[in-house]
């Protein structure tokens, strides 16, 4: 039936239009068919106009009214009267009672019973009465007390009113997605936060209504990220474009933060002290994506000021009135802050919020100001017995400083009292978690946070600025501009500034004279900068050719040498660089040990040394600083102080030199296994020349106590650190030398208290110190040798030959005369000068007379030391050749190869020395010693020995010739000297 009544239906569809005959029978075949269709059927498919043909209904107008009124009263009349337009007088009077001035008579008790009363009088809806509580609570958010203990009434059971409340303002918050530029208003963040922090809501159920999505958020901030990128390699590219459009986007992102309803609820609850749930929601965004808003990040910061404000009051020594500062009265008032009073507290809960902060702690340098000043107290008076890596406090405080402090420091422009805050923290960490801060904060930091890409880019260009306008007469102006941008971001600038360096040498001067405006931070991160500048991996230490030094370390250790004599770094770091590298067997880096040493102390070593510098480095200290070297040393003072504390502080001085000695042997054998010959006679040289100016360095530094608390005894550096016996006597003389004077002036003090203080018993009591010194020394020596050794020479003559030097042998007479000659020139000079201010002329000729003085008394010294040593060689050489059976050619032997050869290479002082040592053993008639073999031996054997020099050992060998040869020239060329000096002594075979 159902398909009939449906082909009815359609056909009375058809035949709306045609002729009236067609409609009379279609209307006689409906009449025929009642009789098995109902009339309901007819009813509900049939045209209104048919059914009234049909007789079915009276009238289609009655049958169309009656039509609507059922469908209205079916479909779209509502069974409860709860429209505001329908009881406007009970919500009316319930709003006016929510509205009412709140006195101490209204309580949250009596204010339930009026609205029980209204929802029981007017028959009000109890949801909608609930959605105007909200909207009076949003309006009266200061009464929060009052509206969430109403609330809590209102609604008794739990699980009701998170459901409930949760989905009212999910809807609310969905309304003002949809409202164009409408914003959400802060009242309803408010509230929402309140009722999250009495638990009256979940935020899990609150959460899916806010917008926008997670995936959007994490969406956008790739989209700054790239933005940040895409800003700094715009700088990167030359252009010649104007770059004053500097992406306007970045307004555009700010305005879409603020519009996001979840960093809107974030700030909310940061505001009424609600930690937990505003970091549940941190947590679900991209990291740090929410403190990048400026509000949210203040919030943050005035939250951490009322936490931390009881330690800092504590800790602080400042008065109380200094002390008294602004802070939120919300959030002081809250009982449910957590605050921090102990340490302990502040490195589990206060750095874990400081962490969310980051980078923008930079907009309250107040608060930064009082976690440095925390941590400064802290680093003063921590036990000093617990490990660092045990101390969680410490650890705390180390990552405050690597995640917010420094990255903060790199947004705040120009703010050197900061810096030198943060570096009072700093400075009582060992510098190797400094620099781990250093590199994190220059490597990884930057490239985290998209306003530090901003800044550092930023940075780079204003050094490309500098550097590019940067000379000698500009110094002073410039370097302010560096003073300022190192403040803020010292890795980025000085990265950028030694990579010019390194390219060009003619930098140096000007940067080192335009670092003096740094801060101290600025200054430790430098010495950081330079040693990750020297260990780049990808840069090669030796030339294209592989037969010099690059250029860029050569230019990097002038640079070092420069800045850390002119400026107090801390030289820990790049020491122990160096020693680091001599334990890989890497000795290419000893260049900048060189410099340093060089440029710090004054200490010079150089192969073109003329005779006469070379005649005064016989002589005393003061003839060896005027005369002994190219340049005067001058205002060495303070920076070789420095070098010798870092070396001590950190127990590198003689570590460095046995490492040194030990690289000799690696340099040959391990290190320039397949480099070219040349190269590796460059190295060992280089390396044999550091350590001998390293060594001298240590001798003039390092006092007799000193020096005996730090050197290991001769026979532990031979055999146990396989020290060449050269350098262990070359450290260790300087060492043997003032016990020995310290012995002598013992015993001296003896002979005055008796009143015997005659030559002759200073000399006898030279020889007593002399033996009480150097006996252990003999006995130590007779492991470093085999047996055998002993039978051609004692040990007795091996101790006295290496424990000597030139200073011993003879003084160099024309030497201090040059020198006085060439001070009286200057004397006469500055009398000459008419232009000298009176006093400064007076100044300088008492400095000339008392130069004069000091040398004079040194050389009588001298004399009287050459003197006495002269005399104890006298009493000893009946011991030093005593074994019979020996031929005097194996003697002779043993002394070139056990003493003279390794000696005479070793520096250009100590060839003169073996050619004077040689002369001396003539001239003493030393027995069993034959002058003639060994003069035969010395010219005859050459050819075998200069082949396996390098090319300064040849250079010092030549010298060891050219001085021995002019001994036997003398007695060639004068028969009444050979006469003199040799008729009488055993120089025969």
């Not at 289609?60 to 329908?86: A, I, P």
């Not at 209102?154 to 918050?173: A, I, N, P």
């Not at 750095?351 to 309250?364: E, F, H, I, R, S």
């Not at 340099?667 to 040289?685: M, P, Q, R, S, W």
Request: net charge neutral; aromatic share 10%.
């Amino acid at each position: 039936m159902s398909v009939v009544i449906d082909v009815f239906s359609l056909l009375d569809c058809e035949l709306e239009e045609e002729k009236a005959q067609h409609r009379t029978k279609f209307n006689q075949l409906l009449t025929a068919c009642k009789s098995f269709i109902s009339e309901s059927l007819y009813k509900e498919r049939l045209d209104q106009d048919t059914l009234e043909g049909l007789g079915l209904i009276n009238s289609r107008t009655t049958f169309q009214q009656k039509y609507v009124k059922t469908k209205t009263r079916l479909y779209y009349k509502q069974q409860k009267y709860n429209l505001l337009r329908e009881e406007s007088e009970g919500y009316a009077k319930l709003l006016t009672e929510l509205s009412q001035e709140i006195t101490e008579k209204v309580t949250p008790n009596t204010l339930l019973m009026t609205i029980q009363s209204l929802i029981g009088c007017f028959n009000l809806d109890p949801n909608r009465v609930l959605d105007i509580i909200l909207e009076v609570f949003e309006c009266r958010s200061h009464l929060e007390d009052l509206f969430v203990s109403l609330i809590k009434l209102y609604m008794r059971d739990q699980k009701t009113v998170c459901s409930t409340v949760c989905h009212m303002l999910g809807f609310k918050f969905q309304f003002y997605q949809d409202g164009g530029d409408v914003k959400t208003p802060d009242s309803l963040y408010k509230i929402a936060a309140l009722l999250l922090e009495q638990q009256l809501i979940n935020l899990e159920t609150l959460y899916p209504h806010l917008s926008p999505k997670d995936s959007a958020m994490f969406d956008e901030q790739k989209q700054v990220m790239n933005e940040a990128k895409q800003y700094a390699r715009k700088f990167s590219i030359v252009s010649l474009t104007d770059k004053s459009d500097k992406i306007e986007e970045l307004d555009i992102k700010i305005d879409q933060i603020e519009n996001n309803q979840k960093l809107g609820l974030c700030h909310a609850l940061l505001q009424v002290g609600e930690w937990t749930t505003a970091k549940l929601i941190m947590d679900r965004l991209p990291r740090h994506s929410a403190p990048a808003r400026t509000d949210i990040a203040k919030a943050l910061c005035a939250l951490i000021h009322v936490i931390i404000d009881p330690l800092y009051k504590a800790k602080n020594d400042m008065s109380a009135q200094v002390l008294r500062s602004k802070l939120d009265s919300k959030l002081t008032n809250n009982a449910k802050l957590s605050l921090v009073s102990t340490y302990e507290e502040f490195a589990e809960r206060a750095v874990k919020m400081m962490t969310y902060v980051g980078p923008n702690m930079a907009l309250d340098p107040v608060l930064l100001m009082k976690l440095i000043r925390l941590s400064r107290v802290y680093m003063e008076k921590r036990d000093k017995t617990i490990p660092l890596t045990q101390d969680t406090i410490f650890q705390g405080i180390l990552t405050m400083l690597d995640e917010v402090i420094l990255p903060s420091l790199s947004l705040l422009e120009n703010n050197c009292g900061i810096s030198e805050e943060i570096w009072s923290v700093l400075k009582q960490m060992p510098y190797q978690y400094r620099y781990r801060l250093y590199g994190h904060w220059k490597n990884e930091t930057y490239s985290l946070f998209p306003q530090l890409i901003r800044a550092r880019t930023d940075c780079l260009e204003k050094a490309k600025y500098i550097m590019k306008r940067l000379t000698k007469e500009n110094v002073k102006q410039l370097g302010r501009y560096f003073g300022k941008l190192s403040h803020s971001n010292p890795g980025i600038l000085f990265e950028y500034v030694l990579s010019q360096i390194q390219k060009y040498d003619n930098f140096i001067l000007p940067v080192v004279d335009s670092l003096k405006y740094l801060t101290s931070i600025s200054y430790d991160a430098l010495a950081y900068c330079l040693i990750e500048a020297l260990a780049n991996p990808d840069k090669e230490k030796m030339k294209v050719d592989e037969m010099n030094i690059s250029k860029w370390l050569q230019s990097l250790a002038s640079f070092c040498g420069s800045v850390f004599r002119k400026y107090s770094i801390e030289l820990s770091g790049i020491v122990q660089y160096l020693a680091n590298q001599l334990k890989a067997d890497k000795s290419h880096d000893l260049l900048i040990l060189r410099e340093i040493v060089l440029k710090m102390a004054g200490v010079e070593i150089s192969e073109e040394i003329t005779d006469d510098q070379l005649n005064a480095m016989a002589g005393g200290d003061l003839l060896r600083q005027e005369g002994g070297y190219f340049a005067q040393v001058r205002n060495t003072k303070k920076s070789s102080v420095r070098l010798k504390d870092a070396l001590l502080e950190n127990s590198l001085a003689m570590p460095l030199c046995v490492l040194m000695s030990q690289q000799r042997d690696c340099i040959v054998y391990k290190e320039g296994g397949n480099a070219h010959l040349k190269l590796v006679g460059k190295l060992y040289d280089q390396c044999l020349d550091t350590l001998v100016q390293f060594g001298t360095f240590l001798s003039t530094q390092l006092s007799a106590s000193e020096f005996v608390c730090k050197l290991p005894s001769i026979d532990v550096l031979t055999i146990k650190y396989h020290m060449a016996p050269d350098a262990a006597f070359f450290l260790s003389r300087q060492m043997y030398a003032s016990s020995i004077m310290s012995k002598f002036d013992e015993l001296r003090k003896i002979d005055k208290s008796n009143k015997e203080n005659t030559s002759k018993q200073k000399t006898i009591r030279f020889i007593e110190a002399w033996e009480t010194v150097l006996l252990p020394v003999v006995e130590a020596v007779k492991p470093i040798h085999p047996p055998s050794v002993w039978k051609d020479l004692t040990p007795q003559f091996y101790v006295t030959f290496w424990t000597l030097s030139i200073y011993d042998l003879f003084v160099p007479n024309d030497a201090y005369n040059k020198q006085i000659e060439q001070i009286k020139k200057q004397l006469v000079a500055i009398e000459d000068n008419w232009e000298m201010a009176a006093n400064k002329k007076k100044k300088e000729k008492e400095r000339c007379v008392a130069l004069m003085d000091k040398l004079r008394d040194e050389e009588k010294k001298q004399e009287e030391h050459v003197n006495r040593v002269m005399a104890r060689l006298k009493d000893e050489k009946d011991t030093w050749f005593t074994h019979e059976g020996v031929s005097k050619n194996d003697t002779i032997t043993q002394v070139f190869q056990l003493c003279v050869f390794p000696r005479c290479c070793f520096t250009a002082t100590d060839a003169v020395y073996c050619a004077k040592f040689i002369q001396i053993l003539h001239d003493l008639k030393t027995p069993n010693f034959s002058t003639l073999i060994c003069y035969d031996r010395m010219f005859c054997d050459v050819t075998h020995t200069l082949t396996s020099f390098t090319e300064n050992e040849a250079h010092r060998y030549g010298r060891f010739l050219c001085f021995a040869l002019g001994t036997l020239m003398r007695w060639h060329g004068d028969k009444a000297i050979y006469e003199k000096e040799c008729a009488q002594h055993p120089i025969s075979i």
